[in-house]
């Protein structure tokens, strides 16, 4: 079985980084009627994903879910993988090998002659390197004459085929999903996990692709599901830690009243003695009246001067979603968004063919926020294929850098109105796009996309 390491997030939430190096086994290798192919790999143990109120647990198992002190989560035991670069192919001796990595959160996936979608969470874009056979503690015995270890198996999904699909506008070098040739026969013997042919150097990371691969081996049988952690997958209530009351002190005793005695005074105070303290106590007056004057003009004057308007930490941001925004938008077309705790535009329709009827688009201070508000807003809708059988949700990447990942993309229906949401990483940016009743379709909207995002 080909081993590999998980060594390396290109982009992917902080809990994965924190939880690398994983190693794994590939397991199995599918391809899907319109050639993509993806690479099944076991995890050699499980690994956390925190999940929150809007995660769907009904296609998990019980062994799957957890909870510690800081909140739920699930078990990772299986991921699937293609590579991010489209017509590379995994290779004996690879390191930082680029590829695009799912969570597999239904296990039935296994079952299906083609990979559901619907069963995995797209998660990362990952580096992973080799790891020799003769590495393992556990290593199989040598092979015979004849024979040699099997190279890496894992299957990749074939690289979106988009070039024909998804075409930006002449000399616009914005955006389309990855494009690259149908790479669907890679050479790759599904049943006898057959290496697939192999590829011509190329620069960068993977040039040592040119290396050819040994011969096929027998297939092996898959590894068993690493067992989960006893001491984490209890999943009854956390208990509450004892709250001690307030420690109380007994009130301090009252003290007796206090007893006044009078006794008459022995002579009146004189005239000149009164005339005395009616000329202090009239100064004391004066002093406390131009005191209070003085105060009550400074408050008036402080609150004068911050009621002048002055620009905020928001204005400047919300100046951010505007530069942002897509070609298609006049002034005024958009508005911040009411009731949000981050920056925010709302926005009418846009003018350019098959232009949303609607769009919001907001900033989040990090990837993590972005990622996990993408979530969120993707669970609202009901989720396609994004037309020309793109991934959805998927990685998307621009013309201009066909290798790197520009961030994510979602094509759905809410109450059968099209909807198209991405994000852009490097603005940390949510963009999410419908239509209504009177259009545009799908189609429509995923084409407007393809020269504006």
Known sequence: MSRFVISNLRVGPEEFRDQLPVTGTTIDVRTDPDGQQYFYARLDGPIKHRIDTHFDTSA???????????????????????????????????????VDLAYAID????????????????IATAEIDDVPDDALADATPTPADGEAATALDVPEPVSTPAADLDTPAEG???????????????????????????????????????????????????????PM?????????????????????????????????????????????????????TGALLIILAGWSVLTSSDSSDSDTSAAPSPTASDVDLQRVKAELPKGYSDGDCTPTPDTTHPSLTCTPNADPGGPQSATYAIYPD????????????????????????QSPGPWRRNSAPTQVAGTLFCGTDRGQAVVVWTSEAQTLLNVTAGNAQGPSLEQLYTWWTTHS
């Not at 019980?62 to 995994?90: C, H, K, Y």
């Open 60 to 98: 998990c198992s019980t062994e799957q879910l957890g909870a510690d002190a800081n909140g739920p989560f699930l078990w990772v035991t299986d991921i699937v993988m293609r590579p991010s670069t489209p017509g590379e192919q995994p290779h004996y001796g690879m390191h930082r090998f680029p």
């Open 107 to 122: 296990l039935s996936y296994l079952d299906d002659p083609a990979l559901d979608i619907g069963k995995i969470l797209p």
């Open 172 to 226: 616009d070098t914005t955006t389309s999903p990855a494009a690259g040739d149908n790479v669907a026969a890679t050479g790759l013997d599904v049943e006898q996990r057959f290496t697939p042919a192999p590829e011509p150097a190329r620069g960068g990371d993977n040039a040592s692709a040119a290396t050819p691969p040994p011969a096929p081996a027998a297939p092996h049988a898959r590894p068993p599901r690493p």
């Open 229 to 281: 952690p006893e001491a984490l997958t209890d999943t009854s209530p956390i208990p509450v830690v004892q709250q001690h009351p307030p420690r109380t002190y007994p009130a301090p005793p009252i003290p007796p009243a206090q007893l006044h005695v009078t006794t008459p005074s022995r002579s009146r105070p004189s005239k000149k003695t009164l005339m005395v303290a009616a000329t202090v106590l």
């Open 367 to 390: 990837k993590q926020a972005l990622q996990e508000a993408f979530t969120a807003t993707i669970a609202t809708f009901d989720r396609t294929i994004c037309p020309g059988n793109i």
